[in-house]
Nanobody, 122 residues
Framework: QVQLVESGGGLVQPGGSLRLSCAGAGFTFSGYYMSWVRQAPGKGPEWVSAISTSGGSPRYADSVKGRFTISRDNAKNTLYLQMNSLKIEDTALYYC???????????????WGKGTLVTVSS
């Protein structure tokens, strides 16, 4: 059974940092691209970042580029999101998700965790 469990959220002041983790289980973690998606209160989901199976080719939404860094440790089946220079508008529930491909065709995210809440407030 596929499981994704996020952790590391919390309350932080503007300009602060947090590191989110996502532990994967029940599947071959190293064989999948992974993504972070967030949902702010009252808004729809926003894709944040994605990473390839090997950890290369990270991609970021313009809203977080230069402030967030995605990484993974396949030996630990864990995905990370280092968030620096946090802004109030980064407040959201952050989810990790497994990406699916059919060859080079992207099929979407098929499994999601339950999320970890990040609140940026003074």
């Amino acid at each position: 059974q596929v499981q994704l469990v996020e952790s590391g959220g919390g309350l932080v002041q503007p300009g602060g940092s947090l590191r989110l983790s996502c532990a994967g289980a029940g599947f071959t973690f190293s064989g999948y691209y992974m993504s972070w998606v967030r949902q702010a209160p009252g808004k729809g989901p926003e894709w944040v970042s994605a990473i390839s199976t090997s950890g290369g080719s990270p991609r970021y939404a313009d809203s977080v580029k230069g402030r967030f860094t995605i990484s993974r440790d396949n030996a630990k089946n864990t995905l990370y999101l280092q968030m620096n220079s946090l802004k109030i508008e980064d407040t959201a529930l952050y989810y990790c998700a497994r990406d699916r491909f059919d060859g080079s065709d992207y099929l979407g995210m098929d499994y999601w965790g339950k999320g970890t809440l990040v609140t940026v407030s003074s």
